[in-house]
């Protein structure tokens, strides 16, 4: 899997648009790229993924840079309940293969 | 619909005692993973199931065993539980079927060996 990096913290003021980044330069062809995050104390949850276009879903955007070696996820109306700690991996879709969660981006909301 | 469940969701050890962890998910899936997260760190694959019978070994086997009798259940053993189990242990499971292979996640179990 390739490995990614990320910022380790960010802040985001309630109501605001969360953007969080994510580099992923050796991300190979048939790669792709998920979002996961952990809220404090809680089982990761998965937030959504995405090989090349753009993604939306109930949750959150994935934006996809052309060449693929970068991405950001974008939480459209950041709520209280949104802080936690961000996981970009970057991986194959077949298969039963370990989720490899780096360091994450611990994300707070600030009121 | 419950998901991924686990039981106990605390338990206390001394050390040299034996417990299993207990997983069960209701969404027929194939693939079964047992994960520890220590302190400030990420989440490490301790065994894995592909399917009913099968089990595989992950990153940091030694100390479990694991047994997946039934389809819906993925046990998790510790034979003799020392302090360095001490931790939290995630199971989660994930879908052949589909193009997108996404782990859900049970709420954890927090062990604490003495």
């Known amino acids: 899997d390739a490995k990614t990096t990320q910022p380790p913290s960010m802040d985001c003021a309630e109501g605001r648009a969360a953007n969080l980044p994510c580099n992923h330069s050796t991300i190979s062809g048939n790669e792709y790229v998920y979002w996961y995050r952990q809220i404090h104390s809680q089982g990761p949850q998965y937030i959504i993924h995405g090989l090349k276009n753009n993604e939306t879903n109930e949750m959150a955007s994935l934006i996809i840079t052309e060449d693929r070696k970068s991405s950001t996820l974008i939480l459209p109306h950041a709520t209280l309940r949104d802080t936690a700690v961000y996981y970009c991996i970057v991986r194959v879709p077949q298969g039963a293969q370990k989720l490899v969660f780096g360091q994450g981006t611990r994300l707070t909301i600030n009121p | 619909n419950a998901g991924v469940t686990q039981t106990p969701k605390f338990r206390v050890l001394k050390t040299g005692q034996s417990m299993t962890l207990l997983c069960a998910q209701d969404m027929n899936h194939e693939y079964m993973y047992w994960y520890r997260q220590d302190p400030g760190m990420g989440l490490r694959l301790i065994h894995y199931?592909?399917?009913?019978?099968?089990?595989a070994k992950g990153e940091v086997p030694d100390g479990y065993n694991v047994s997946r009798l039934k389809k819906q259940n993925f046990l998790l053993g510790l034979e003799s539980a020392a302090p360095s189990q001490t931790s939290v242990y995630f199971c989660?499971?994930?879908?052949?079927?589909?193009?997108?292979?996404?782990?859900?996640f049970g709420a954890g179990t927090r062990l604490s060996v003495l």
């Open positions: 199931s592909v399917g009913e019978g099968t089990t």
């Open positions: 989660a499971s994930s879908t052949s079927a589909s193009f997108k292979n996404i782990q859900y």
